[in-house]
């Protein structure tokens, strides 16, 4: 094994263990939401999956089947499946028609055991996706905001909390940045000149398509996250390939249908509920989402997001200062003017790779993914905190892009003055 592969490895190790040390304590702590109620108590699912239960009373019709997607469930019942706690131990699902103490009394309040095991894994994907983030912030930017990254998300109170529930949002953030890696890998692939694999290509962006059919199958929103990979491609092949147009399009068109085909075997497969008629069922729990989000912005309208100017007066206050980790009154306007310049930073980074004078796969996976990942929430109709987990997940990572740019200067301005002085 060469040096620098295992000063890396090391490296990945005090990664994981260091995050660790913040994700994976205090869980019982978490703020209880009561929608994990819903996710633990119809984790039955697992069991119903694994063990090839395809047309079980668990895929019927049902108001569990429509609201939400399974791979969250999978990911609760394999946790709780570790911790010794099986079907016969479920709570039952929260009734929201029903106060907390009426729910209560009708057992809709997940055992201490059982919510503990059932966030652990959840907690276990946060710390994997913190790892993912700071292996692409490094490759765009380096250790410093690498490392920076770091501490900003170990000390996210936004990050802290919803990343550690039993909800779906560690696993749409977990197999996004999954996917982004494997489309990193698979770019890194076709930079190899004469050495081009189609196979291992193929098989980085078959995975890639993979992890979005499972992002999809945790929140609808997660196949947005495919046009990122598809794009990262096309832009790939377009500007660094020197072939004619012909095979470019061709092999933008082979790849591409690899991990769209991948992708919509991993969602469909994953769900059960959806295989006696694709295309009714698939419509069915879209119109039931659209329905029940119209629903809750009426039910909670003093949460509700009708108008752009709303949009625009809201979520980025949401996102540039309520739950951003640099956080004081006015605070709104530096981090979006460090987004931005992270950003930017990103977009200079592609540049010069364009002009061949550095790497710049990983600067085009990060915005690509970024962008397509992110923007869905701009289009939500409720101002609920766990709705903006991508723009500030990324956010943050151009923020630090942004600081560790910005300290470079800084750095290299107070050496040459060293320097002047020293030789004046």
Same mark, same amino acid.
């Given at each position: 094994m060469k040096r620098a592969t295992f000063l890396n490895l090391i490296e990945l190790l005090g990664v994981l263990v260091f995050v660790s040390f913040f994700y994976l304590r205090d869980l019982q702590e978490v703020a209880f939401h009561i929608d994990e109620s819903h996710w633990i108590g119809t984790s039955y699912m697992f069991e119903a999956y694994f063990k090839g239960d395809?047309?079980?009373?668990?895929?019927? !019709?049902? *108001? %569990?089947?429509?609201? &939400? %997607? %399974?791979?969250p469930r999978y990911v609760i019942g394999l946790g709780r499946l570790i911790g010794g706690y099986h079907v016969p131990d479920l709570n039952r699902p929260w009734a929201y028609e029903f106060n907390v103490g009426r729910n209560v009394a009708r057992g809709a309040m997940p055992s201490a055991g059982l919510l503990w095991w059932s966030r652990l894994p959840m907690a276990v994907l946060a710390v994997l996706s913190i790892a993912l983030g700071f292996f692409l912030i490094k490759k765009v930017g380096g250790r410093f905001p690498a490392y920076l990254w770091l501490l900003f998300a170990c000390i996210s109170p936004y990050l802290l909390l919803q990343t550690r529930r039993a909800m779906a949002e560690s696993p749409i953030l977990f197999f996004v940045m999954l996917a982004a890696l494997f489309c990193y890998l698979a770019l890194k692939a076709l930079s190899r000149p004469g050495r081009n694999n189609p196979w291992l290509i193929g098989l980085y962006l078959g995975l890639a398509g993979f992890c979005v059919g499972?992002?999809?199958?945790?929140?609808? &929103?997660?196949?947005?996250?495919?046009?990122?990979?598809?794009?990262?491609?096309?832009?790939? !092949? #377009?500007?660094? *390939?020197?072939?004619?147009?012909? %095979?470019?399009? *061709?092999? !933008?068109? #082979?790849y591409g249908a690899v991990a769209s085909i991948v992708a919509v075997i991993a969602f469909f497969g994953s769900y059960p509920f959806l295989w006696p008629d694709l295309a009714a069922r698939t419509e069915m729990v879209l119109r039931d989402r659209i329905t029940e989000m119209q629903s809750q912005s009426i039910k909670h309208s003093a949460d509700a997001i009708y108008t752009p100017s709303q949009r625009l007066t809201i979520i980025p206050v949401r996102v540039f200062q309520d739950y951003a980790v640099i956080n004081f009154p006015g605070a709104l306007f530096l981090n979006l003017a460090l987004a931005c310049l992270g950003i930017w930073r990103t977009i200079l980074n592609i540049r010069d790779w364009l002009r061949g004078s550095r790497d710049g796969t990983a600067a085009l996976v990060l915005l690509a993914i970024g962008a397509t990942a992110a923007i869905p929430a701009f289009f939500t109709l409720l101002d609920w905190?766990?709705?903006?987990?991508?723009? !500030?997940?990324?956010?943050?990572?151009?923020i630090v892009i942004a600081l560790g740019w910005l300290g470079e200067h800084a750095f290299q301005l107070v050496k040459n003055r060293v320097v002047d002085r020293a030789t004046g």
């Open positions: 395809f047309w079980s009373d668990a895929w019927a !019709i049902a *108001q %569990p089947t429509l609201t &939400n %997607p %399974p791979v499972l992002a999809g199958e945790s929140k609808i &929103n997660g196949l947005s996250v495919l046009l990122g990979i598809l794009a990262s491609l096309a832009g790939y !092949i #377009i500007w660094k *390939q020197k072939d004619a147009a012909g %095979p470019k399009a *061709q092999r !933008i068109f #082979i905190d766990r709705y903006y987990l991508f723009p !500030i997940f990324f956010s943050t990572a151009f």
